[in-house]
């Protein structure tokens, strides 16, 4: 990790607040795609870690179980209901704009925090037009909190929502949400 690079300061806070760690003991991985497991992993994390002892979903694809408890929460509390009726498929990338969904579903059913926005945060970025009907409300609500502020590119600002989040953009936007909708309920320093 470069310490002046612009992600470092929120790759430390979530490392620091327990919210996602390295690859391995001396590698973080910046760059590394994050998987669907690593995402609901984190905010799972964020959630306090909840016993999910007796838990149970219709998702047949979950093999590892270092993310078992992290997916049964996330299902359980409906901040995803997964990729089919049987399938979370947690090895997948995660694209940007589920990245927006899974946060909206956090502040929606954890945090009781989250109200649509209605006017268009949208309208700045030039590939708006590629975000799904699905997550539209999501990522408009999340640019509006300023979790996701677009990639610098020839003719403006672009979203990329069908691009696989990275761990240090993941680490950027778990720290903003935490930040922006107070988690904690106390004074956060800004990032």
Known sequence: LDPNGWAYPSIEYCV???LMSGMSDTIFSPNTVTTRAQLVQVLYHLAGDPDMTGVTTPFTDLTANWYKDAVLWAY????????????????????????????????????????????????????????SYYARTAMNWA???GLIKGIPAPGGLRLEPQSSATREQMAVMIAQFCRKLNVWNEPMPEI
């Open 16 to 18: 620091r607040h327990g």
């Open 76 to 131: 359980q509390t409906g901040v995803t209901s997964g990729t089919s009726e049987t399938t979370f498929s947690p090895n997948d990338p995660v694209t940007r704009e589920q990245v927006a969904v899974f946060l909206a579903g956090f502040a929606d059913r954890v945090l009781d925090r989250y109200t649509p926005y209605m006017w268009d945060a949208l309208f700045p970025f030039q590939d708006r037009e590629q975000i």
């Open 143 to 145: 640019c509006d909190r």
